[in-house]
């Protein structure tokens, strides 16, 4: 087991930068993921680490050795691929014992260490057992049960998920952070999913077009979001526009819709600056007539336009004056008594509003 | 400068690239070069010249051959489309009865040895045939089949199988749903097939017409048996070069130029404008098969299983005919051995000469082509098209030409190989590798690249995983290549008869001469080993074959 470095890794396709001058130091024993949408350069990334694609510039370390320039069959990797990518000519303690094979370990170790690996994955006297015999859950076992068992450095996962059906990537998810806590395995995990991500890593990069974008721990990448990039990426959110009216030393005025609010300023922020204001549905809440909003609270008046029951949760569209809308869910409450057309109002925390200047565009 | 750095994974497609480069540059390109050369410069090499084309191109003899390889090419391409489009239609959306044995019987032509077809002919409608000297003696007059006439249709018996087998596959990946969509909005059938169906094919069937073109351009057997003085571009080039009287290589090579003008530029065309352009519309829903009223459907079936078995006829007379008595030219109707005892006294060193020379060079191709198909499949750039291009190439070079080339080359100076057997492996090897590079890269396209992604990550080289885990996940593809190499090898006649030399004659070359002499008997009886040394192997080995690899032959 060991850290993994990467310092200025540089990767393109034809003209396309796939991943941009990332540095990056991934900690002995973390659990950490990438994330991002669909050619954001995760992939890319992951691929780098493993020796599957090229550096262009840049170095990788495992520990203090550096890897960039070994082939991958030398770099001591477990990894687990989209697709399983069992061996179809080879029974499950064929597969499991491929890479031992490789290492030449003697023959008895091999079937104790297949054994062993099989247990570990909950498929005991599975071994014999071909591939095309087993459903998609088992064979992602079999193939976690494989990059561990030669006891890798490193162990990475490319979307290992995304091939199972809803309910099974949950429990394989929590399966497999179960297993990387148990084994204290350095291990770098590849997903779109952000619920995935959150669920699982210790810590998490949000990548978008070759860049980190955010790194961070899930709970600072969800409620704290570095960019309108990650805020949108990241779940559902409310992304409100914001004018600065008036700045006041520390203090702005920014304005929504008709309603003026004072927030800490940004510290570039003039007059006439325009922002994004972003506030996760969950973070709002009704306030009932006659109740008073908290201190530290932020105050909106909206127009219900539609309410939606999902079991554990409701959802409410709303409108803000100038007709912008507003996303708010409540979990486990009774229906609001509003119909569409009522006016409400709605607060939140100012802790859970991120404020983004808006690109010059 | 950064110093000259090989990433680790680019190694081994880089090695094998770099092997397979240097085979076809020393056995492929610089040959075709030598002819190429041969045809512009002066006979004793020293300068450049046009005289040989104005000498050949001013005779109307050879104007008149290039004239006719064309138009007998054309008209053979339009006649098997016309033949084998009803049969695609009937065979992709009828309920013909036993339409699998019906499949397979349809690809036989294609491992047949096409002159043993066009001796058949001869024997049964030629000059002194069975079938005309029955009917003369019945009074009816019986047209000549010489020529033009014989040579299309032996032709058209033979290569329909190029239009078929990409039709049939063109057909059933037409989404249904297209078709269900033209008659939601008002179209009869018959108009839904014209307008949707056959454009979405049209891209298969032309270019199965265009690989048509380019066999009957290239090939020799049939015109050679069949052409009498008829004047065909491949036999003229060999004719030229052999040269009972004098030698003639400048304007063998004139011929042999234009012959690879003529085939590469058609070759172009087919995989640049043609092959690249199918309109795969992701056969989600098999289209169901069509029923027909009963004397339709009979017509129908009666049609397809006509066609099948009538171009197998001329292989089913040939082994009929071996078990009959020949005294010189002269049939005589009584069971006799005599002409399987005649080939084997006198032409067993040329049958194990077939066999060994098949054997090795189906090996060395599948040796070449395994690894270089895999390199297609798997890595992308401007050097491994230029590999993709120049391992098709021989598909498109006649044997004829390819083995002039060849006897040009290695005649004299550092590597001399005429006369021996390498040559003749060599000269089989290019010729086959266009259908094992693309055999096998068809297979590795269906192995999921991340399996050997996965060897290579826990810890087994990228060698030792192709060895150890692609191969064997390709070896029924394998197998199956180099059973069709070799069948096809065996009855390889365009390319041995420039090379072969005394000790080194095939089975071919004796049937060939066979021909040529009056020894029909021992011509019968070696084109009815041919027949069986091509389908034995491939009865065998039926269930590793896929009918449609079978194109690239």
């Keep these: 087991m060991s850290s993994i470095a990467i310092e200025g890794a540089r990767r393109s396709f034809a003209s396309v930068l796939a991943v941009r001058d990332i540095t990056l130091k991934i900690e002995d024993g973390e659990f950490f993921t990438l994330l991002g949408p669909s050619g954001c350069g995760k992939t890319t990334l992951l691929r780098l680490i493993a020796g599957f694609a090229e550096l262009e510039a840049g170095r990788i370390s495992f520990g203090d050795t550096r890897i960039d320039r070994l082939p991958p069959h030398r770099r001591n990797i477990g990894m687990v691929f989209q697709n399983y990518a069992i061996f179809p000519n080879l029974t499950v303690a064929g597969n499991v014992a491929y890479g031992l094979k490789a290492r030449h370990v003697a023959r008895a170790d091999v079937s104790r260490r297949v054994e062993e690996a099989l247990a570990l994955v909950r498929l005991i006297g599975l071994g014999e057992r071909w591939p095309h015999q087993l459903s998609g859950g088992q064979l992602q076992r079999v193939a976690i049960a494989r990059a561990l068992v030669i006891r890798p450095e490193v162990l990475l996962l490319d979307e290992p998920l995304s091939n199972l059906d809803a309910r099974l990537r949950v429990d394989m998810r929590g399966e497999i952070r179960h297993l990387q806590q148990r084994l204290g395995i350095t291990t770098v995990y590849v997903t779109h999913d952000q619920e995935e991500a959150l669920a699982v890593s210790q810590r998490i990069a949000v990548m978008e077009a070759g860049r980190i974008e955010q790194l961070g721990s899930p709970e600072d990448v969800y409620r704290q979001p570095a960019s309108l990039f990650v805020a949108r990426f990241m779940g559902t959110t409310n992304v409100l526009a914001g004018i600065v009216a008036a700045r006041d030393g520390e203090r702005m005025h920014v304005r929504i819709a008709t309603t003026t609010i004072s927030l800490p300023a940004l510290h570039d922020a003039r007059d006439g600056d325009r922002l994004h204001l972003c506030v996760r549905p969950e973070a709002l809440r009704i306030v009932r007539n006659g109740e008073g909003t908290k201190d530290g609270e932020i105050a909106l008046t909206a127009t219900m336009a539609n309410c939606e029951f999902i079991g554990p949760l409701i959802r409410l569209d709303l409108a803000l004056s100038d007709g912008s809308p507003l996303k708010l869910a409540m979990l486990d409450r009774p229906l609001p008594p509003a119909a569409a057309g009522d006016r409400i109002t709605v607060a939140f925390p100012l802790d859970r509003l991120s404020i983004f200047p808006q690109a010059a565009t | 400068m950064r110093p000259l750095y090989l990433a680790p994974l680019a190694r081994l497609p880089v090695a094998i690239g770099a092997i397979a480069f240097l085979f076809l540059g020393v056995f492929l390109v610089y040959p075709l070069w030598c002819v190429l050369s041969a045809s512009v410069l002066t006979a004793d090499g020293s300068a450049f010249t046009l005289q040989n084309y104005a000498r050949v191109l001013s005779r109307t003899y050879y104007r008149a051959s290039i004239f006719n390889s064309l138009t007998i090419g054309a008209v053979a391409s339009l006649t098997t489309t016309l033949i084998a489009l009803p049969l695609a239609f009937g065979i992709a959306r009828l309920e013909i009865r036993g339409k699998l044995v019906l499949i397979g019987l349809a690809a036989l032509p294609l491992i047949l040895p096409s002159f043993v077809g066009a001796y058949a002919l001869l024997l049964l409608f030629g000059r002194s045939g069975l079938v005309t000297q029955t009917l003369n003696a019945w009074g009816i007059p019986i047209g000549s089949i010489y020529g033009t006439p014989g040579i299309v249709l032996v032709y058209t018996m033979t290569l329909y199988p190029y ?6 596959a063109g057909l059933k990946a037409v989404d249904r749903s297209v078709e269900e969509a033209a008659e939601s909005l008002g179209s009869t059938p018959a108009r839904t097939f014209r307008t949707v169906t056959l454009p979405l094919v049209a891209p298969s069937v032309l270019s199965g017409a265009l690989l048509v073109l380019i066999e009957t351009l290239e090939n020799f057997g049939v015109p050679a048996v069949l052409a009498e003085d008829k004047t065909i571009l491949a036999v003229e080039a060999y004719k030229l070069f052999i040269g009972e009287t004098a030698t003639n290589p400048g304007a063998a090579a004139v011929l042999g130029s234009l012959l690879i003008a003529l085939t590469a530029l058609i070759l172009l065309i087919q995989r640049r404008y043609v092959a690249g352009r199918s309109f795969a519309t992701g056969a989600r829903s098999i289209p169901p098969p069509i029923r027909l009223t009963a004397p339709w459907h009979t017509l129908a079936t009666l049609y397809c299983w006509g066609v099948v078995l009538l171009a197998l006829v ?4 040939i082994l009929t005919l071996s078990f009959l008595e020949f005294r010189g030219p002269v049939l005589h109707r009584a069971f006799s051995l005599g002409n399987y005892a005649e080939l084997w006294s006198t032409a067993r060193g040329p049958l194990a000469n077939t066999l060994i020379l098949a054997s090795l060079a189906a090996g060395l191709a599948a040796l070449i082509g395994v690894p270089v198909g895999w390199v297609l499949a798997r890595t992308r750039s401007s050097l491994t098209s230029v590999l993709d291009v120049l391992s098709t ?16 080359a290695f005649n004299s100076g550092g590597l ?20 094992t590079v693309r055999a096998s890269s068809a297979i590795v396209h269906q192995i999921d690249p991340s399996l050997e992604e996965a060897s290579v990550s826990l810890g087994v080289s990228p060698l030792v995983t192709f060895l150890r885990l692609t191969v064997p996940l390709m070896l029924g593809g394998i197998v199956s290549g180099l059973v069709l190499t070799w069948v096809t090898l065996a009855s390889e006649l365009s390319s041995t008869v420039v090379l072969y030399s005394g000790p080194w004659r095939t089975l071919t070359v004796v049937m060939f001469q066979a021909v040529e002499g009056t020894g029909a008997g021992v011509a019968v009886a070696a084109a ?20 449609n690899e079978l194109s690239m032959l």
């Design chain 2, 163 to 168: 239009v078929l087998l990409p039709t049939v």
């Design chain 2, 416 to 435: 001399v190989l005429t006369g021996g057997w390498l040559i003749i492996i060599i000269a089989y090897t290019v010729r086959k590798l266009p259908f």
């Design chain 2, 314 to 317: 001329p292989f089913f007379a």
């Design chain 2, 393 to 408: 190439l021989p598909f498109a070079i006649a044997g004829t030409v390819l083995a002039i080339g060849l006897v040009i």
């Design chain 2, 528 to 547: 009815s080993v041919l027949i069986g040394i091509a389908l034995i192997p491939v009865v065998i080995a039926y269930r590793l074959l896929r009918a």
